[in-house]
Structure formats: C-alpha cells, structure tokens
C-alpha cells in the first residue's frame, strides 16, 4: 500500500531538516558557525574516549592475577570496573547535553524562517529529536566501543567474568542505554522547563547544567577509583546504593555478560524501563506541544531591557576610557557578553573547571591531613590564583566566538588598531574578572587572618591577576566578539598539556611565592615590584612588535540557499 502524499512529504522534509540540525547541533557544541566542525568533532570525541580506554587497558595487567582470588574478590573488582565505565559514560553524556542544549528544540529563529513554509512544527520538532538522538547514539558507542573491545579482552581471561562475546555485548548495551537515559532525562528536564517556564528559564537552567556537570565529571572522574571499592562493598552487603542509577545499568552489564545466575539480575529491570521511559517521554515532551511552542516564541517579544552588566559597562566606560574607539569596543563587547547565551555557557565551562581545580585542592589537603584556615597556606592562596586563571582565558576564548558576523560591520567601516582593540580587552577582563575575585578574595582573608595580611594577598592576587592578562592577550589580535571562529585541532593534539603546565606553575608555584612573601613588608614589596615590571615589559615588547597592526574582519556571506521544504517541487 502506497503511504498518502502528505506522508512522503513529511519524511523527506524531515530527512532535510534532521541533516541539518546535526550540524547545528555540532556548531552550537564547538562555538563556531564558520567552520566545518567535523574534523573538531573527531578529535573531541577522541579526547572523550581516551579516560575509559586507559582505564581498561590497566585491567590487562589486573585479571590475570586474580585467577587464583576468590570469586568474591573476582566480582567484586568486576562490578567496580563497570560501575566506572558506566558513571563515566553518563557524566559525558551530560556535559555533552548541556554544551548542546541550546541547539536541542526549535527556537525563535526557526520558528520566524522555517515557521513560515509548509512544515508542520511536529517535523520540525521530530527533526530536531532525530538528530539530537543521532548524536547521542553516536557519543554513547565512541566512547564505550573501544573501552569494550579492551576490557573484554582483557577480562576473558577469568573464567568468572564471562563469555568475550557476551561481555563485549553487555558492556555495549549497558553503557550505551546509561547515556541515553541521562541524555533523554536532561532532554525531558529541558523541555519541561522551557513549556512550563519559558525560554529565559531553560537558558538559565543550561548555564547551571553546564557547571555542574563540569565540576561533577572531574571530581568524579578522580575520585572514582577510590569511592567504587567502598560502593561496591555496600551493594554485597545489600546497602540502600541499589537505588542509584548506575547500579541499575552495572546490573544490566552483568545480566547480559554473566547470565541468570548473577547476584544483582533483579536490579536490571529498572535500567530498561528507565530508558525506554525516558525516551517515551522526550517523544512526548518534543512533538505534542510542538505547533503551540512555535506559536508563543512568535508571540513573544525579544528582550530588550537593558542588562546590567552593560549598564554598569557604561557608567565604567565614561569614568576610566577617554578615547572613543576604546570606549565603542568597550561597550560593544559587554553587551555581546551579557546578552549572549552561547558565551554564557563557555563561561560556565570555564568556571565550572575552576570550580573543580580549586575543590580537588582543598580536598587533597584535607586528605592529607593539613587542612587549616588559621593561617595562610599555598593551598588556600592558590583558590583565587587558579579562578583569576580559568576566568581570565575563559573571558579570551569567549571574545574569540563572535555573536553574529553581520554585528561587525561599523568595526569594518572605521577599522580599530589592534592596540585599541587589546586595551578594551584588557580593560573589560580586568574589570569583570580579576577585580571581582581580588575582592572575593580581600572579604574571605579579612574574615579569617588580620587586615595587613588580608590587604596584602588581595594586592597579590591583583598584581598576579595583571601579569596574567598581559601574557593571555600577548597575541590577541582581534575585536572582541567581531571575528570568525574556526576550533583549532591542535588545541585539543598538542596545547592543553602547555595550559596544564601554565596553571600548575601560576596557581599553585605562584602560591608558594605568596606564602613566602606574606612573612615579611620587604618580601611583599618584591612581590608587587616584580609583578608591575613583569607587565610593564610585555606591554612593551608587544608594542614594540606590533605597533599599529590592523584587526582583520571576514565579510558576511549574503547568499539565498533552496531547502526544497515545498510540495510543490515534488
């Protein structure tokens, strides 16, 4: 039986508009709208799938030695292995929801250009559905595909662990069904929102998922090895850990890779029923309010209420920047920066990898014993240093991402110097992120040491704070938010070893240099003297290598593209 023309036309609309909101998907993920995103996107899912891959093949090492252990020695390493793979799979699987939230339902935009052919706003929504799922599934299998065919192999070599076949399928199945039920949920909380409350509330929601699961999958992923002994020991005692989502899906590994006869096969079950229904209601959620979503977005009206970080940009604009060009890219630059959602959320990336340096900081002293406030200590001094350090590149990768390429044209008509443009960088940075933490920092020590040295590591941190900026803007050559964004693979091959170095030598040796120049008036001088030359030179010798260099500015593409969404081409 032939389905009904409306049908065929749906699904090939469909099939167009699901390519496409993959790309978006990938676009909205990276921050870049001007670049094919998918050689990115290869070496991204690579570094995601590095930490599992390691992990397992460390196990090469660990199974044959426990051919003579007992079989509870032997389960209970194996259930700890899983229970890795699995919670690893879901924090993912988290942050890659939220670096993608943005892009998951139809938004104002697509309702104003698609909203207005003859597509129904189901195919639309299922468009945008299908192609979110496509990329999950796609994550899900990356990142546990090569992670199996290790461990598998390398637990075959116990009899107790099970069939190689049989374990490769249940470490497939498992992994991939935890991340899709935490995609799915996250989905579901999204939409919920974004019907319930409206746009403006799922956006906040984003920024707040994206910190959170930042902070989560670093913490977790270090601490893991060492909370998974004392998990699994509760779950052979019959513990309350059984209600915890991974338990469910580590029960499902096992049920398919050991059979019936495993200890935990009545906890599979809810893994199942977890996935599907949160699939079921994503479906829900995305195509029954499909057609009135389009309709409030049309409805509603853009904000246009001033916010107040541009606000306060403006009263700071007039007192402290003189030259109008300055001022022009002062301006221009908070307001892209308060009204943005896409750099709200590489923020929130940034902030949430501080957040997490610091905790691992101040918890691995307290594991060791030497956790105190009664004085200061470099692991207390160095909490602001690594903050100023994520806050000041997470403000430089964010001006690198500019807002819309068509915002850059009055740039282009009275081109700024490069000089102009890296004064309001640096003025902006300064002002919205070292600052605010010298401050944080100078109301925390005057809550816990005397106000001499309260003043002095405030002093410190902004002196530090300076030096850095100086460094991170040496090669700046853009306007902020004004310029094309292509992701850098070698950021991702060769350079992040360098950042690590970077952070490690500013927060944490720069730390031990404060707690030594805190013991004296002479020492706190040098400090202070060393930093004001240190950015005196490289202001210098930026001047001198680029003294009126020209930002360069990338044309709008003005171009009519058919997307064949009307039947009468058919």
Known sequence: MKPPASFDRDW?????????????????????????????????????????????????LDYPFLLRAPVVVVQRVALADRLFFITYGMLATALLAALTWEALFPDRTDQEIVGVLPVRPRTLAAARLGAATTVAVTFAVAISLPSGLIYSAASAVHPLIGWFPRVLLGHL??????????????????????????????????????????????????????????????LQQGGPSYALPPVWFGAL????AEGDH???????????????????????????????????LLETRGADRVHRLTAVAGVLATTFIRRPVERAIFLFA?????????????????????????????????????FSVIEPAPYLLAVPLVFTFFVVFGLRASFAVPTEIDANWSFRLSQPTVRQSVAASRLLILLFGVMPIAAASLVTALTLWPASIAIRLALFDLVSGAMLLEAALFRWT??????????????????????????????????????????????????????????????????WRRPQQMPTFEEPEHRIEGLNLSEALY
Do not use: N
């Not at 699939?279 to 309709?295: C, D, E, H, K, T």
């Not at 730390?511 to 030359?533: E, F, K």
């Open 12 to 60: 090939r609309q469909f099939q167009l508009l699901s390519r496409d909101s993959v790309r978006r998907l990938l676009d909205t993920a990276l921050a870049s709208r001007d670049a094919d995103p998918m050689q990115y996107a290869l070496w991204g899912l690579a570094l995601a799938m590095t930490p599992p891959v390691l992990f397992a093949v460390r196990k090469i």
């Open 173 to 234: 199945v498992a992994t991939t069904c935890a991340c899709l039920f935490v995609f799915f949920t996250l989905m579901s909380v999204r939409g919920l929102v974004a019907v319930c409350a409206g746009e403006r509330a799922a956006q906040r929601l984003a920024v707040l998922l994206q910190l959170v699961t930042v902070v989560l999958l670093i913490e977790v992923f270090l601490f893991l090895p060492s909370v998974l002994p004392a998990l699994v020991d509760e």
């Open 253 to 256: 590994y096992a049920s398919i």
């Open 262 to 296: 495993v200890a935990l096969i009545g906890h599979a079950r809810p893994a199942v029923l977890a996935t599907v229904a949160s699939a079921v209601i994503i479906v829900g959620i995305a195509l029954v309010p499909a057609a009135w979503m389009g309709r409030r």
């Open 334 to 370: 908070a307001a892209s920066l308060a009204r943005s959602r896409r750099h709200k959320l590489i923020l929130s990336t940034y902030l949430g990898l501080a957040i997490a340096t610091a905790v691992l900081g101040l918890i691995s002293a307290t594991l060791r014993g030497s």
């Open 478 to 543: 853009k306007v902020p938010f004004a310029s094309s964004h292509t992701p850098a693979t070698d950021t991702l091959k060769s350079q992040w070893p360098w950042y690590l170095l970077l952070l490690h030598l500013y927060a944490f040796q720069l730390a031990r240099l404060q707690h030594v120049a805190l013991r004296s008036m002479t020492g706190a001088a040098l400090y202070v003297l060393s930093g004001a030359v240190v950015i005196a030179a490289l202001r210098l010798w930026r001047a």
